[in-house]
């Protein structure tokens, strides 16, 4: 499956952005989706995940609350609200699919990625 991340901007302290990730090739069906982030210098962070039914999320500590992921498996989409954003939510974002498989984790597993789409946040 092939993932397109969009919707990345410059926002200042406080604002939201809603990203985007549109896949191709393949449905979502039976896939679970991930958002990460990566700032230079960084290791590549997880940030949320949605199980395949969408009934199930996870999110990272730093976003809990703030973030939220979602997804339209009609239309092969997934998105990922971020509220309150902060100067630390600078980084590229990157969309993730795995399959579906009763893993133990939230974090690992991902096969496919997107291109990333850059969040730039002012203080």
């Known amino acids: 499956v092939q993932l397109q991340a969009s919707g990345g901007g410059l926002v200042q302290a406080g604002g939201s952005l809603k990203l985007s990730c549109a896949a191709s090739?393949?449905?979502?069906?039976?896939?679970?989706l991930g958002w990460f982030r990566r700032t230079p210098g960084k290791e590549r962070e997880f940030v949320a995940a949605i199980r395949l039914s969408g009934s199930t999320t996870s999110y990272a500590d730093s976003v809990k609350g703030r973030f939220t992921i979602s997804r339209d498996n009609v239309k092969n989409t997934a998105f990922l609200q971020m509220n309150s954003l902060k100067p630390e939510d600078t980084a590229v974002y990157y969309c993730?699919?795995?399959?579906?498989?009763?893993?133990?984790?939230?974090?690992?597993?991902?096969?496919?990625w997107g291109q990333g789409t850059q969040v730039t946040v002012s203080s």
């Open positions: 090739g393949r449905t979502f069906i039976g896939y679970d």
């Open positions: 993730a699919a795995r399959l579906s498989l009763p893993y133990s984790d939230y974090k690992s597993g991902y096969d496919f």
